[in-house]
């Protein structure tokens, strides 16, 4: 029976992810777990409801962050729990964090974003005898060597283990279907039923020398943004993998393109900005994506597991 705190010093550094995940993967290993959500920071209902895909977890949500509060919640989850996760809340200060670790003999788990590099180290070293380690999130591609050379030297310089470098990954940073709609101001056409579905590329249709088919197969899952008024770059992009039409201008498609909609399972919106404008709204999108997806669950299960010897953190 173990406590492990996850917190991260800054908001959106991956805390919630890790932490539902780690319990998900724990439950596999170790049986009943409890995971313990603080605060209402970033806890939306979609977030909380992605925790529907966990087996053998119970959830915990305290609204409170006081001290009494939550070391009573985490003594009664440890006697019925051979894990306890605490999600811990970004709105806490870090002695807040400090005194809850320590109350409750928990081991703490930092959550650190590769872009903040290591600055980290200092709200770490603050946890002294209960800190278990460092996960640096959101890899980019190239900035493993970065990592290895620069950033991991440093914590195990200080003391601190690097437990591991989850990479950056699309799914996670994905929007679905729904809420590109909504975040653009558009209107469903056809495929309303499809409005859960993610959407990890984007694409822009327009002419080339080679054919449709060849440019729109190189991405898969992808949304492609294209004139209301154009079935040749409809029909192309069609014949390849794909979740949904951004249509621009106000433009309805032809009834023929929205049959093949229907056939093949795609979703149309109908935005009134044109190409241009909506490709530069797209651009903007990801600061919205949230850990709110079962698809985004089972993918960072996936890339914690990778990544990490998870029994290291669960004993």
């Not at 807040?96 to 290591?118: C, M, P, R």
């Not at 032809?254 to 795609?266: A, L, N, W």
């Not at 979703?267 to 490709?279: L, Y």
């Amino acid at each position: 029976m173990g406590v492990v705190y996850v917190t991260s010093q800054n908001r959106g550094a991956g805390k919630t992810m890790v932490a539902t995940a780690l319990a998900g993967i724990a439950s596999g290993d170790q049986g009943s777990v409890s995971l313990v959500r603080i605060g209402s920071d970033g806890h939306t209902g979609s977030e909380l409801g992605i925790t529907s895909g966990l087996e053998n977890v119970r959830i915990t949500s305290l609204h409170s962050d006081e001290l009494s509060e939550v070391a009573k919640t985490v003594d009664e989850e440890s006697s019925n729990s051979s894990l306890v996760v605490v999600d811990s809340s970004s709105d806490m200060s870090i002695s807040g964090h400090v005194e809850i670790a320590k109350t409750t003999g928990s081991q703490v788990l930092v959550v650190s974003d590769f872009k903040d590099n290591d600055s980290s180290l200092a709200y770490a070293q603050k946890f002294e005898g209960n800190i278990l380690g460092i996960l640096i999130n959101c890899l980019t591609l190239y900035g493993r060597r970065e990592a290895e050379n620069k950033i991991v030297p440093s914590f195990q310089k200080a003391g601190i283990n690097v437990l591991g470098l989850i990479p950056e990954d699309r799914t996670l940073l994905s929007l679905t279907v729904g809420q590109i709609s909504e975040l653009l101001g558009a209107r469903f056409f056809t495929g309303s039923e499809y409005s859960d579905r993610l959407v990890e590329n984007f694409m822009v249709g327009g002419f080339g020398m080679d054919p449709g088919e060849f440019l729109f197969s190189t991405k898969d899952r992808k949304a492609v943004i294209v004139r209301g008024d154009r079935p040749d770059v409809q029909m192309s992009a069609l014949q390849t993998d794909m979740q949904c039409f951004i249509l621009t201008r106000g433009l309805e498609p032809i009834e023929y393109v929205k049959y093949e909609c229907e056939e093949e399972e795609v979703a149309a919106v109908i935005v009134d900005t044109n190409t241009i404008e909506t490709m530069e709204a797209v651009g903007s999108l990801q600061q919205h994506a949230r850990f709110d997806h079962l698809e985004k669950l089972d993918k960072a299960k996936e890339l914690l597991t990778d990544a990490v010897d998870v029994k290291i953190i669960t004993g």
